[in-house]
């Protein structure tokens, strides 16, 4: 298919959206039941344990990106027409969960605007996906004009298709702000007439339930991508983000948690973080000079100036900055002398600096340089082990209660954006995750994406969809609060592996 909003609707007749609601992101599928499989016209239709979403922009890939059109449909799941995505809007009042539950409890006009923001995204990216083809909700953002564009190929006219509902998933929170905007009245109000693409009379907007307190619809869908070819193994699913959500998924019963990982391994409240945007160092690798000496070489997105670090090269960072010496496994920057007495090289050694400038907060605070602009203070590296911690924790209490051991895993199997952006090694040197042979972990993109695609695909085609209920009743949510052994494990991990374990 040809991108841009000259496309042509298939000869299909029922479609429908799936909304993957992030806290971060917002992703959003076109899809019907009646799609050809790309294999079957000379494509590559994912097949296996799962489909890999990562060619879907922002599903899978860089949590950072604004909106876009997917230009590769040979990437997307089977029965996907489009997929698009966007920054949540609600961002604004708060970068991580708990911050825009803050703001809600102020009072009636904030837990609205939460609302109405987010439901306007939703109607607003049911346009986009429609207007591809010709068909609008209302109007197009100026900004999206230009991604929707496209050569002018002759549009013929489209087909009769109806689209006959929308389905939501999400974090309980997310969900929860919008449980009262009225998705199906303001659909109704400005969808376009007298075009061949209706909207069916029984038209709805559905929430898929969650599993329990923080522990959302988008851990159940992402569940349910992976039960569906699990096959009697033993895997323990990971989406990494600001609320961090934790399935264990295994024949002797499943068990789920979420963890307040914050926003550091984002990039936020970090002094020098920022989104995977143009400009943001995403990785670093050690390079040997021509004296013998090392220093760090660093890759930024679009190979833009640098302008910050993104969560994926705060990450490459402190894993470099461990191995090399130039901090402790207490997360400790060491001064020049002592990083160099540990063996830290020399150059790197060198970016090591105090700040008589105030930009770190305080005068005379040590500071990373990795350019004049960009720098890393010991602040933001305990922010950063405050992250990995409670992630951590939550994954070990898990797997405590379950009596297993990280050896006795078949998979881990890392899911949403950034899990799909930060690196196994990164991962496994840090603690972030269980030792485990490297070849168990997965990077499988947006799972919560692919399985409420296949849930709403099932739905189109009037099956029963008692196996995600029966899934979700199989789920046993554990309260991290309520177990003092997480404080324990927690101040544990803020430790991190011993230098020879993370080289």
Do not use: W
Request: hydrophobic fraction near 40%; charged fraction near 20%; aromatic fraction near 6%.
């Amino acid at each position: 298919m040809e991108s841009g909003k000259d496309r042509d609707l298939p000869e299909y007749t029922e479609y429908g959206i799936a909304f993957d609601l992030g806290s971060t992101t917002l992703a959003a599928y076109l899809c019907t039941p009646f799609a050809k499989k790309e294999s079957d016209a000379g494509g590559t239709a994912g097949t296996g344990e799962m489909q890999d979403t990562r060619g879907i922009p922002d599903a899978g890939g860089s949590p950072d990106a604004g909106r876009n059109l997917t230009a590769a449909p040979e990437l997307l799941p089977e029965g996907v027409l489009l997929a698009i995505s966007r920054v949540n809007p609600q961002i604004a009042f708060g970068p991580d969960i708990l911050s825009r539950v803050t703001y809600a409890s102020r009072g009636a006009k904030e837990k609205k605007a939460l609302s109405d923001i987010l439901g306007d995204a939703v109607v607003s990216m049911t346009a986009e996906l429609l207007s591809v083809y010709g068909v609008g909700i209302g109007e197009i953002p100026p900004d999206t004009a230009g991604a929707l564009s496209g050569p002018d190929s002759g549009k013929a006219s489209p087909p009769p298709g109806i689209l006959s509902r929308i389905l939501l998933v999400g974090n309980p929170v997310i969900l929860g702000s919008v449980q009262d905007y009225p998705f199906e009245k303001t659909v109704r109000e400005h969808f376009p007439k007298n075009t061949p693409f209706t909207l069916s009379d029984s038209f709805r907007a559905e929430f898929l339930p969650g599993i329990g307190n923080y522990v959302g619809a988008d851990a159940l869908a992402a569940s349910y991508a992976l039960e569906e070819k699990r096959e009697g193994r033993t895997l323990l699913l990971i989406d990494i983000g600001t609320n961090a959500e934790i399935v264990l998924l295994r024949d002797d019963g499943n068990l789920a948690t979420s963890v307040a990982a914050g926003p550091a391994m984002e990039g936020g409240n970090i002094s020098c973080g920022m989104r995977g945007e143009p400009g943001a160092i995403d990785k670093m690798s050690l390079t040997e000079l021509v004296n013998g000496d090392f220093d760090l070489r660093f890759h930024t997105i679009d190979e833009a100036t640098p302008k910050g670090v993104c969560g994926s090269g705060l990450l490459s960072l402190l894993q470099h900055l461990l191995e090399t010496g130039a901090i402790d496994n207490t997360g400790y920057l060491c001064d020049r002398q002592a990083a160099l007495a540990s063996g830290c090289p020399y150059r790197i050694a060198g970016r090591i600096e105090i700040d008589n400038t105030g930009y770190s907060g305080r005068n005379n605070a040590r500071y990373f340089r990795l350019t004049d602009l960009v720098r890393i203070s010991q602040e933001d590296i305990r922010e950063l082990l405050l992250s990995i911690s409670a992630l951590r924790s939550g994954t070990e209490l898990l797997l405590r209660m379950a009596g297993l051991t990280a050896s006795e895993l078949d998979g881990i199997r890392l899911a949403g954006a950034f899990g799909s952006c930060i690196t196994v090694e990164s991962a496994l040197a840090l603690g972030i995750l269980p030792p485990i042979p490297a070849g168990k972990i997965r990077q499988c993109g947006n799972l919560a994406g692919s399985g409420a695609v296949r849930i709403l695909l099932r739905k189109l085609s009037g099956e029963e969809v008692t196996d995600v209920i029966n899934l979700r009743k199989s789920i046993l949510t554990v309260q991290l609060a309520n177990r003092p052994e997480f404080q324990e494990l927690f101040y544990h991990y803020m430790t991190l592996p011993s230098r020879d374990r993370a080289e």
